[in-house]
């Protein structure tokens, strides 16, 4: 075994706490220097405090404040909900769908709703060349990318509160 590896032990180490709490143990330091100990940490005192090591609870509350701040953007954010017209060729549809409506001149999806609000089903389907079929899959094609189609049966629930 090697020898002179070992620390030095101290068998009559001080130990000094922050408060001025003393007592002696043995260590490897002749004095050794804590925070906190049994006579002031709150586990044993009953004190309901924060003990602020290394500034931990100054950056718990700025992560807090920048959590509120996220979620406070993120309720504005969504109680307007922004409206993005699409694109005709984005909506997908059957080419002979889409060039019946660009003829007509509706180029993206807030035109045909507003189509479907003022003249309805029968109004997209006076268009020539726009089918039951092209009527279906713009439906649907509305429907994935967000918007409410005008014309659409209302759920159950709801039909149910209107009756009584």
Not at 35 to 60: A, M, N, S, W
Not at 62 to 79: G, N, S, T, W, Y
Not at 84 to 93: E, I, M
């Amino acid at each position: 075994m090697r020898e002179n590896i070992h620390p030095k032990y101290f068998t009559a180490a001080k130990v000094v706490c922050s408060c001025g709490n003393t007592w002696t143990t043995g260590a490897t330091l002749e004095v050794v220097r804590t925070d906190l100990c049994y006579k002031c940490h709150p586990f044993y005192t009953g004190e309901q405090r924060l003990i602020d090591t290394e500034g931990q609870v100054e950056r718990f509350l700025k992560k807090l404040d920048v959590r509120q701040k996220h979620l406070a953007l993120e309720a504005e954010r969504l109680a307007e909900p922004e409206i993005v017209d699409v694109l005709l060729a984005d909506l997908k549809l059957g080419t002979r769908a889409t060039a019946a409506l660009t003829k007509q001149g509706l180029s993206g999806a807030l035109a045909i709703l507003e189509l479907l609000k003022t003249a309805g089903d029968a109004g997209v389907l006076s268009i020539q060349g726009f089918g039951q079929k092209g009527l279906i899959d713009l439906k649907k094609a509305l429907r994935l990318n967000g918007f409410e189609v005008p014309g659409d049966a209302q759920e159950p629930a709801a039909e149910a509160a209107d009756e009584s």
